[in-house]
């Protein structure tokens, strides 16, 4: 099966498959969009979907930095998907690599036992960003 970004149906069909592969737990994101935008033939990965794991690799491991400076729990896998939604912007209501897939699968569980982390990310991201704009300033 070629899979390279053929819509969101593709997207939600390689996300189930990959959710049962890994015993019913969701993949990362990260991993996700590199398999979806991984030309199957040459190996070449898309530069765009390349560019936006990098800034979110870096946006994680500077939060879990942070957090092993303050002797705090390593981030969940699902704060580190959190992060990574946070750094993929949002176009005409789709995510680039993920398309509307993680909006539609915010079931109430998943909302109710993460909206907190998700919070508190949001929350040391924005301060991350008001202190590298104090930093440039």
């Avoid at 069909?13 to 040459?42: C, Q, S, Y």
């Avoid at 800034?55 to 939060?63: D, E, G, L, N, P």
């Avoid at 002797?71 to 789709?94: C, D, F, S």
């Amino acid at each position: 099966m070629a899979i390279h970004n053929n819509g969101a149906k593709t997207i939600e069909r390689r996300w189930d498959e990959m959710t049962a592969e890994l015993g019913g737990e969701e993949p990362d994101i990260m991993t996700f969009i590199d398999v979806m935008h991984t030309n199957l033939k040459t190996g070449v990965k898309d530069k765009k979907a390349q560019s936006l794991t990098e800034t979110a690799m870096a946006k994680v491991a500077q939060i879990a930095s942070q957090r092993q400076a303050q002797e705090e729990e390593p981030l969940t896998q699902a704060e580190i998907n959190a992060v990574v939604l946070e750094e993929i912007p949002k176009i005409k209501g789709r995510r680039f690599g993920v398309a509307t897939l993680r909006d539609k699968r915010n079931t109430s569980s998943y909302k109710s036992t993460n909206v907190a982390h998700e919070d508190q990310l949001r929350n040391e991201i924005q301060t991350m960003k008001k202190d590298q704009i104090e930093k440039h300033a």
